[in-house]
């Protein structure tokens, strides 16, 4: 079965940055709308960002600015560059297909953590 494998969170002190990755194993990244979800303690995944097979991307209200989503095609991965990280931000991060229910089955994620 596909799996993903969520990469590139840590420890960071607000205002700093990183970059998440994806790796989509046992399919292609490009053959599908590709989407990056968050859950903090406590409270629902919520989607994040989403790359549709366009090109064309959408974001949280939260993100937008700050948050951008990319794909590289050769590498079959997904990429989050998050900017100008905040406490709100810390969750643990998943990436999948956009929609209800998502096409793959759910990665571990990577922890994102932002305090002082």
């Known amino acids: 079965q596909v799996q993903l494998v969520e990469s590139g969170g840590d420890l960071v002190q607000p205002g700093e940055s990183l970059r998440l990755s994806c790796v989509v194993n046992g399919d292609y990244v490009w053959v599908n709308s590709m989407a990056w979800y968050r859950q903090a303690p406590g409270m629902q995944r919520e989607l994040v960002a989403t790359?549709?097979?366009?090109?064309?991307?959408n974001y949280e209200a939260s993100a937008k600015g700050r948050f951008a989503i990319s794909r590289d095609n050769g590498k079959n991965t997904l990429y989050l560059i998050m900017n100008n990280l905040k406490p709100e931000d810390t969750a643990v991060y998943y990436c999948?297909?956009?929609?209800?229910?998502?096409?793959?089955?759910w990665g571990q994620g990577t922890q994102v953590t932002v305090s002082s």
């Open positions: 790359i549709f097979t366009t090109g064309s991307t």
């Open positions: 999948n297909t956009p929609g209800v229910p998502p096409r793959y089955p």
